[in-house]
C-alpha cells in the first residue's frame, strides 16, 4: 500500500484516508496520541473513512501496517 495522504486535514469529525496503489489488500491501522497511546485500532481493504468526532482536540498519528508494504505513519490535527 502507499497512503497518498489524508483529505480534511486539520478535521472536525472525519477523516478520509486515501490509499494509492494496491488497495486490495488488507491494511491494519492505529491510531495513536501524542502519548503514545493507541486510541482505536482496526483494518480496511482501499479508501477508507474514520471517525474523529469523539477525539479531544490535538495532534494524532496513524500508523498503517500491511504484510505486502510495511509501515506508513501520518500525523493529523484535530481541531
Known amino acids: 500500500h502507499t497512503i497518498s495522504g489524508i483529505d480534511t486535514n486539520p478535521t472536525k469529525s472525519n477523516l478520509y484516508v486515501n490509499v494509492k496503489e494496491d488497495n486490495k489488500f488488507n491494511i491494519n491501522f492505529e491510531l495513536i496520541n501524542l502519548q503514545g497511546q493507541i486510541i482505536n485500532k482496526g483494518n480496511f481493504v482501499g479508501t477508507t473513512i474514520l471517525q474523529t468526532s469523539k477525539l ?24
Do not use: L
Open 56 to 79: 479531544e482536540a490535538g495532534i494524532y498519528f496513524i500508523k498503517f501496517t500491511s504484510q505486502q508494504k510495511g509501515i506508513d505513519i501520518i500525523k493529523f490535527v484535530k481541531q
